[in-house]
């Protein structure tokens, strides 16, 4: 018998990651072949809605939506800018002389397009970082993609090796302080604690590895072609909705700036 999972109240938590990650997917591969600036700013003013209004955040999604994906736009774009070959661009208006360094309004215009739209394309993906979780987007593919259980669980368990390494460095790290075994101070001996925690990281790294082999092979991990889940996630009508709506809304916003 199969348990469902607990149905949360906000709406992107609501919803099958799969669902997340279809329904912004026609847009993020519209984002790549855009040049403009109001195409990108309005797919990110719509996952802003989105992500306020549909999902649960903390202090530190905030700061990433709020202080990090900001910065991050001003920080490209002024590099775009730099970068761009200004021999190819208008010669009208420049913003910025410096010996024979001119930095062209046109430079600019183009160096903020590309950084809005990379800073689009990630506030759309997003959408299913901060309400979905890995586990339930394994699950989710394994069930309605035909993605192959084995692979699935696998790439899982290899993901989650990532939380345990950095338990293991830090328990490395107190155990080599203990010890006094710093190495004192400065870039050099920086480096050779780093050295010195690479040796006791693999060895813990391959007890970790061999004790999850062992639990998969005493469930009978890829014995059969299939297996039953504990833990449904079902894709549901308002899944279907939400694809639809956001292709249409995503229709209606490329046309509606095509037409301006």
Known sequence: MTETSTRPTRLLHALNPLATIAGPLPAILFLIFTRDIATP???IALAYLLLLTGSRLNARRLL???IALPAAAVILGLGFS????ASTLDHDTALLSIGNYRLYLSAVEVGSATALRLISIVA???LTGFASRGPD???SAVAHLRVPYRVG????ASYRFVPRFRYELDVIRKAHRVRGAMGGRGPIA???RTIGYIVPLLASAIRHAERVSLSMDARAFGAHPSRTERHEVPFRTRDTMFIVGFWTLSAVII???RIA
């Open 137 to 139: 987007l394994v699950r």
């Open 41 to 43: 700013v309005s797919f």
């Open 64 to 66: 990433v939506l709020f």
């Open 153 to 156: 669980y696998a790439a899982l």
């Open 255 to 257: 046309t509606s700036i």
């Open 82 to 85: 730099l970068w761009t070959d």
């Open 124 to 126: 759309l993906a997003l």
């Open 190 to 192: 920086a480096v050779r």
